[in-house]
């Protein structure tokens, strides 16, 4: 099974960048990434996801290393709603089965 | 549109009874999930379906556990003779593309089930 590692939680202030890192060392070629994050008392939502190049799109950025071995979920200005649990996901083309760990609980000081 | 949805968002049950809990999926998608989460815990994969493909079962911890999809759409998770253990979130999803990489997911706000 595909697995990720996180760090169990990390701290920004608001309206600052929050880099949230995730390794992958196992990923193989046809590996999607996938960010999804999970708000207090709500189901998992959709972040961001990518293959091999960088992603931007109106939540987040995605920056993948170029070993492919780890990523970076990059939100340029945290606000106090960011606050949640963050999943990296490995999507193993076919499998569909998503491996979800315990992701990086994260805290917005305002 | 309308997200997945799911009913009821919390059960209480007496151990050893049986429950129902129902999902709603986004009207045209053609994969569905069951997932279960414990407290403090990450998701953990139960069920799913894809058309009129036979289901993948592999995720369910028990035979306690049965799952339905009539018509390509509304699921129903089933657990017989509830257990203590059983208590949880369970999290139903949809996708529009099933076993295909790079489509995301659509989750329900889910379903907190307690066994007393």
């Known amino acids: 099974d595909a697995k990720t590692t996180q760090p169990n939680s990390m701290e920004s202030n608001e309206e600052e960048p929050v880099h949230l890192p995730c390794n992958h060392s196992t990923i193989s070629g046809t590996d999607y990434i996938h960010w999804y994050r999970q708000l207090p008392s709500q189901g998992p939502e959709y972040v961001i996801h990518?293959?091999?190049s960088n992603v931007n799109n109106r939540m987040a950025s995605l920056a993948i290393a170029e070993d492919r071995k780890s990523s970076t979920l990059i939100l340029h200005r945290a606000t106090l709603r960011d606050a949640a649990v963050y999943y990296c996901?490995?999507?193993?083309?076919?499998?569909?089965?998503?491996?979800f760990g315990t992701g990086t609980r994260l805290k917005v000081l305002a | 549109g309308a997200g997945v949805s799911q009913s009821p968002s919390n059960k209480v049950t007496e151990k050893g009874k049986d429950v129902e809990l129902r999902c709603d999926p986004i009207s045209g998608h053609t994969a569905l999930y069951w997932y279960r989460q414990s407290l403090g815990q990450g998701l953990e994969f139960l069920i799913y379906?894809?058309?009129?493909?036979?289901?993948?079962k592999s995720g369910l911890p028990s035979d306690r556990f049965s799952a339905e999809r009539t018509g390509g759409s509304v699921s129903t998770l089933t657990i017989q003779r509830t257990q203590q253990e059983d208590s949880a979130v369970y999290l139903c999803a949809s996708s529009p593309r099933p076993g295909t990489s790079g489509y995301e997911q659509y989750f329900g706000p889910g379903t907190r089930l307690t066994v007393t």
């Open positions: 990518g293959l091999t």
């Open positions: 996901i490995l999507d193993t083309s076919g499998t569909y089965k998503y491996i």
């Open positions: 379906f894809q058309g009129n493909s036979a289901p993948d």
